[in-house]
Each structure stands twice: as C-alpha cells, then as structure tokens.
C-alpha cells in the first residue's frame, strides 16, 4: 500500500540543472511557473522552452518538470494515461505513476522531476517513488528551485499578492541568481472552486 508522503516545502533533492519550476497555491488560485532556458553543460541552447503545460481532458492539470527533455515527455505521456484510467482522480493517479517509476526497469532510468496540480491539490513526483504534498501550497523545483522557494515563502507574506504575482516575482529572483535559470518565464494558473484559504 502506497503512503502519501507529505513535505513542507519540495525542493529538488536530486539537482537536475537547466530549470526552475515553481508553484504557489494562494487562496481559490494556483499559479505554476517555468522558466526557458535549456542548458548543455555550460552553454545556453534555447532559451524558450515550455517546461509547463496544460494536461487532462479538459486542460485542468498543470504539470512542470525539470530534467531530461525527453523523458520528463515519457512522463508526461504516462500521467496522462493514468490519467484517463483514474479520470478526476489526481492523487491516484500521481500514485499510481509513481508506483510504476520505481519499479519499471525503463522508468527507473529517466531523469526528471514532476509538479504537477490541479485545482485543489499539489504533488510532486520523483523516481524513487515520492508523491510529496506541501504544507505551504509551495513546489520548487529544478536548479533554481531554493532561490523561487525562498522569495516564495517571502511573498507569501505581503498582504495583496496573488499566486501569480508571487510566481512571477520569485521567477525574477530566481533568474537573477541562478546561472541555468532566465527570464523567458511561461505561467499557467488555476481557479479553485472555493475561495478558502489552503495556507
């Protein structure tokens, strides 16, 4: 029986470089954020990618990775079976795809880390098994992650701020510091159907 771990924050443990995927709850509103750039080793090769996308059948999950493009796309393809199989069903889904990357002998090897969201919940998915929920309504992850995570958990406190200002101002900082992180930032936002606090 799989057990739901459960974190205060999710930053990236294992340092994947070339990204920042950062996402804040806030409210009756979640907000994810990439930034572009992909890196091969210390050169720049693109600086528009889009490591955040809409998924699900009606475009109500927003998933983020960061790692290896390709296999961070094997994974997005998987979630989105599971995701057929378990419909309105997030966490089990995200459980069941975790289930099948610790123990498929080609899932093992990919290289990524997963946000993924939907209105109501947050969930990061890694290969060892993970499913983490946050306890602040924050995700980092990627190179960059503990500098977004940080000017998160700032902002959060300022009075008036929405998830997508947060994002978008901790994105900022992110790419001020981190080398493998820039300011090509895609955001993607949800409306939660009640407006109660998730803090």
């Not at 954020?33 to 992909?38: C, E, F, I, L």
């Not at 009606?58 to 995701?83: M, P, S, V, Y």
């Not at 940080?150 to 009075?159: F, G």
Request: net charge negative; hydrophobic share 40%; with cysteine.
């Amino acid at each position: 029986m799989h057990t739901l771990h459960t974190a205060s924050s999710s930053h990236d443990p294992v340092g994947w470089h070339g990204t920042t995927i950062l996402c804040v709850r806030r409210g009756a509103e979640v907000a994810m954020a990439g930034d572009g750039q992909v890196t091969l080793g210390s050169t720049v090769v693109k600086g528009n990618a889009r490591k955040v996308r809409r998924i699900g059948p009606q475009d109500n999950i927003l998933a983020g990775f960061a790692g290896a493009t390709a296999d961070a796309f094997t994974l997005l393809e998987r979630l989105e079976a599971k995701l057929e199989r378990y419909p309105n069903q997030l966490e089990r889904a995200c459980v069941e795809l975790a289930k099948d990357w610790r123990t498929d002998r080609y899932l093992r090897r990919l290289e990524a880390m997963m946000a993924v969201v939907d209105a109501e919940h947050s969930f990061t998915l890694t290969g060892n098994g993970d499913v983490l929920e946050p306890e602040d309504g924050i995700i980092a992850i990627g190179s960059g992650g503990n500098y977004a995570l940080s000017a998160a958990r700032a902002l959060l406190t300022v009075d008036g701020l929405g998830a997508e200002e947060i994002v978008r101002r901790s994105m900022k900082i992110a790419g001020d510091i981190c080398v493998y992180t820039n300011h090509s930032v895609r955001v993607e936002t949800l409306k939660a159907a009640s407006d109660q606090e998730s803090r």
